[in-house]
């Protein structure tokens, strides 16, 4: 058996705000292990909490709960905890997303990230457009999954939440329910804890707030995220950064797109200019981003102009219906369903 913690985070100013969802995942008795010995690493301290720790006095001296350690004392305890959990077998996994760009998308594309559901009559309650979290906590369930052996059900503790955990809990049963690469190794139930109740939890919290603070530059972090950075999330395979770019290359898959940023490489394609341009088309996209086609009774059309199919010169004839690259290849479709002049 296998478990993952995982914690939130958010932070950033008026030009960059991230919202990060990261942890730790292990076989049950790597995690009893390092369980077992961050509560006595972290005795100093009592208990990690990211706000709190990381925020200080103008003077630099700890504040808050930590206000009677000093920075020193303090700061060493986390060090070890942090050598802990390189030291360990627990692989750490998480994402931070650039929040404001994430807001920028219509409301399709924002549930799109959020769902995991095909479009139907429940679309528009589907998802969570106005919560970045839930773009997050997609993708730890999918890279969770990933990561666990075959044959083995991985059981998730996320930080409680309970405003969040009604459609977490639906989200999560949705992926599972795909199963695949997405959620076949997924346990039955998502668990919510606090930092208390899973101890692990905390370790996930002082990833999770270190990822974020990875927006500043180098010089303007706190020493314990730089070392947090550099042992436990720079060029770790699980650990993802969905920024412009990024989004950019996600959304090449989503069948709503609409938006797009100069200098990424992502054109709008016909269905996606009709879009931009305020038509409600939807067309729906395979995994590598091409479109499928759709078999619709006829009297269900409405015939808005008919063309000719011609090839494209030096195009190889990509618009003929001989050449689709789908059910349809290496036949001609039916004269019912033809274009006709």
Known sequence: MFKGYMDESDSGDDVLQAFVVAGFAGNEKECERVESAWKELVKPIGEFHGKNFFKRHTD??????????????????VI??????????????GMVLDSKCFMMLSEDERRWMTSAVNYGKSWPMEGAPSDPYFACYHYCLTVANEYTPEGELIHLTFHRHEAREGNAKKIYKEIKDLGGKWGER??????????????????????????????????????????????LAFKRPYIRVMDVKSLDTHLQKCPFRR???????????????LRCQGENVLA??????????????REKVRVVQELDALPFPGRGARNLTDCREDSTTNKRVSDENSVNS
């Open 80 to 93: 070890s905890l942090i050598d802990l959990l390189s030291a360990s077998q627990l692989e750490p996994m």
């Open 284 to 297: 729906i996209k395979n995994p590598d981003g091409l479109y499928l086609t759709h078999h619709i009774r």
């Open 259 to 273: 938006t797009f940023w100069k200098g990424c490489p992502s054109e709008a394609d016909f269905f996606e200019q």
């Open 60 to 77: 630099g001296a700890m504040a808050g709960r930590y206000k009677h350690l000093s920075v020193d004392e303090a700061e060493s305890c």
């Open 186 to 231: 997924l346990a039955k139930t998502v668990l919510f804890s606090s930092q208390y109740e899973a101890v692990l939890v905390q370790a996930a919290d002082l990833l999770a707030h270190s990822i974020g603070q990875a927006i500043k530059e180098e010089k303007k972090r706190n020493r314990i995220t730089n070392i947090t950075l550099e042992k």
